[in-house]
């Protein structure tokens, strides 16, 4: 008897997933106020001590180009590249280097792949921006950390020199913005001011490196080329005491002659951190209210900015600092959660996300040269080619929401579950599609893999759709590393290049849809 009872038990939970069932209702016209959604809200932050190997020295890394195009062929726009941080603010300029030198510290086993501690670039650093795709809109930092004013001065005439050769200016590449200083809120952290440094001391520095670089570049009002303000890791969220917008407006920043010139305030966020090793949970930075939390502290900061005129822009984000957390950072859940961080921080008014990238680092959307240690305990592997990493997916999956229209806007859809989101996108004002995400994360060995199911019902102006056309990013376990589909199709190729046949359920509108658990869908409604 005792045996057969285990084995009913057994029985019982493989085979009864739970179904739970949901109604959403969807405006068929964009409402009043929904965010507009330009075709690079998913854009790049790299690393600058290895630029060199992202765009390439002799001939365009080929592999970096293509998944760059991939977005392209989607939404019509390259992702917006910004080109810096920390090692901006480690970077001499040398005319006796032609690409770039650099000092890196040892490989560790929670820093396989270590920041270069001293760099030195010439101007054939500057040069290779003419690698990247036509059209490309560029965001690029300079060395504000060392109080060097000539690191900063020849940076900029390197600058202004690649960008107005011939490669450049053909393959219309635009210097958008110049970033003078990156986290200038950590200096005494990272020992490089004294325990005086504050945010009045910054704003000084900063219009003075700023003066100096905007007479040098010739910037103007109308001018291509603008600068961001802030660049801050963190925020005091007010106007009284630390670094934040709200503070250095307060100081009178957006007066002074170099600060007339910021157009957009950026801010780096990440939701956790991994610089000590201790390590996050994938569920956690899963989680619908932990996205919206730590994305809506930002409000205050987001609200100010706009009052002024500016726009707001995530200039460097991803999952968890210090290049990822391993089993975390990398993983298939990491798409799942730069999907509806990246959709849920539209809602808050941000515009641009620009996910950090370096090479090796386990958070990355994109490994464009081969590695040969482990990206999470740098242990030796056999060479491993030029690849995507999972969250690349969830980048096509908004630029598929977003489309080529350039008229593109949308709304969160309200779901009263912990562990479902929703958006709506609308094009010319009509609704044509949305997104759906269970962000519950399903691990082998955890049972029967429940679903949602979702009914359809529609408001406002205009006819109801007929029909559904569902696109899955198909996942095995939140945990996994590679072997994703898309709508049956995978990135994971040699070149970059979407492989394989497209599959979508086409459904009456009255079916609904059903979301697995660790699942994305891309609705399309006809
Ligand atoms: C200042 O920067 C220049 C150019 O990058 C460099 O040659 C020089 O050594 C730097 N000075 C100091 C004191 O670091
Ligand atoms: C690296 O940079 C630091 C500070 O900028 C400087 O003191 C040191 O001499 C440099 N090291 C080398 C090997 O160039
Ligand atoms: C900017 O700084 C450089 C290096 O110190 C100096 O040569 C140049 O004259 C400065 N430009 C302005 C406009 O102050
Ligand atoms: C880049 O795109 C522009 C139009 O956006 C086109 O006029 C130009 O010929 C293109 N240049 C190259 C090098 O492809
Ligand atoms: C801290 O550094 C500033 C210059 O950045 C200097 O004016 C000030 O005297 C220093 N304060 C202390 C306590 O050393
Ligand atoms: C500086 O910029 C202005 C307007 O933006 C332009 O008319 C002028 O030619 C530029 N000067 C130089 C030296 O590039
Ligand atoms: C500082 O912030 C408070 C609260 O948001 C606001 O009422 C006040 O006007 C701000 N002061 C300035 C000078 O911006
Ligand atoms: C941010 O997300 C992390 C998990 O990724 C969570 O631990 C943290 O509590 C969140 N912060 C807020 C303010 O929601
Ligand atoms: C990450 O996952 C791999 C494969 O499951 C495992 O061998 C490794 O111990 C994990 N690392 C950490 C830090 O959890
Ligand atoms: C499925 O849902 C049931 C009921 O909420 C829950 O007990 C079970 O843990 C879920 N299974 C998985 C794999 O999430
Ligand atoms: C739905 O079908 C009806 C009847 O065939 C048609 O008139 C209507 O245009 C369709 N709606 C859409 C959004 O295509
Ligand atoms: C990915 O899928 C292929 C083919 O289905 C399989 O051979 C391979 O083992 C899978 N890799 C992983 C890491 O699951």
Known sequence: MPRFMMWCTHFITLVVPIVSAIEVTIPLTAPLGAAPLKGNLVSLSIEQDRWNEWAGT????TFFNNVLDNFIQITNTPPFVRIGADSEDHTDFSHDVEYEEDIFPPSSTITPY????????????????????????????????????????LETVALMNAFSSPAVLEKHIDLKFIEVGNEADLYHKHKSRNGSWNVQEYVSEW????YNVSITANLSKLSCT???GAAFAGSSHNNLSGFSPQAIFNLGILESPAGQLIETISQHHYSGSFCTGSGAALQDLMTKS???????????????????????ILGETNSISCHGAPNVSNTAGAALWLLDYTLYATQVGISRL?????????????????LNYSILDGSPIAPLAPHVQPAYY?????????????????????????????????????????????TVAYFSGAGARNSTHIDFSFTGLGYPPNNTSVKTLKIGYASDTSNLTWGGQTYETSDGRVDGSLTVDVLPISSGVDLQETEAILVTFS
């Open 354 to 370: 620009h996910f950090h990238e370096g090479i090796g680092y386990k958070y990355n959307l994109i490994q464009p040269v081969t």
């Open 58 to 61: 002799t001939e365009p890394n």
């Open 290 to 312: 932990y996205i919206r939390g730590n994305l809506s502290a930002f409000i205050p900061d987001i609200e100010a900015t706009l009052v002024n005129g500016l726009k707001y």
């Open 226 to 228: 603008k600068l961001i």
């Open 394 to 438: 969830a980048a096509i999956i908004v630029a598929e929401a977003i489309g080529s229209s350039g008229t593109t806007q949308a709304v969160e859809i309200s779901i009263d579950e912990n562990n479902v989101s929703g958006y709506a996108f609308f094009e010319h004002g009509s609704l044509s599609r949305a997104v759906f995400i269970n």
């Open 114 to 153: 270590p920041e270069a501690t001293n760099i030195t670039v010439g101007q054939g650093f500057y040069d290779i921006i003419s690698h990247l795709p036509n059209g490309t809109q560029v965001h690029w930092g300079l060395n504000l950390r060392e109080y060097n004013l000539t690191a900063a001065y």
């Open 207 to 210: 219009e003075e490196f700023a």
